[in-house]
């Protein structure tokens, strides 16, 4: 990995941080992280947004992220549970429409660290 991919990396956790700075996961929980991600797919599932391509860039964020393979089985669970939980209920004190622009900015993100 290159020097630019792990600043791009790096900024995209900073992202996760500063979404916990508004009442979203804290980054520097890894098992928060995994419970973000989550959270935005069973949001955005229930919305009926497009989840391939954030799913398939949430598990290559995983995986970069945990490197110890119980650990990224864990946070796997994580994103499953919080995605179940999510996804029956949908956003909270947010209509699908504001939760939109907030879901579009992570999967872009997402694409632009490389995941």
Do not use: H
């Not at 979203?24 to 973000?36: E, N, Q, V, Y």
């Not at 964020?61 to 945990?66: I, K, L, N």
């Not at 946070?75 to 209920?89: D, E, K, L």
């Amino acid at each position: 990995m290159n020097r630019r991919t792990r600043q791009i990396r790096t900024l995209v956790f900073a992202l996760l941080g500063a979404l916990a700075a508004l009442g979203r996961a804290s980054a520097a929980d890894p098992m928060d992280f995994a419970m973000d991600l989550g959270t935005q797919l069973g949001k955005a599932d229930f919305c009926g947004f497009d989840t391939d391509e954030f799913f398939k860039r949430s598990l290559r964020a995983v995986d970069a992220r945990f490197k110890d393979e119980a650990k990224r089985n864990e946070a796997t669970q994580v994103i499953q549970a919080a995605y179940a939980a999510w996804a029956g209920n949908g956003p909270q004190k947010e209509s699908c429409a504001q939760f939109r622009p907030e879901y579009e900015k992570s999967l872009q993100a997402l694409r632009d660290a490389g995941f």
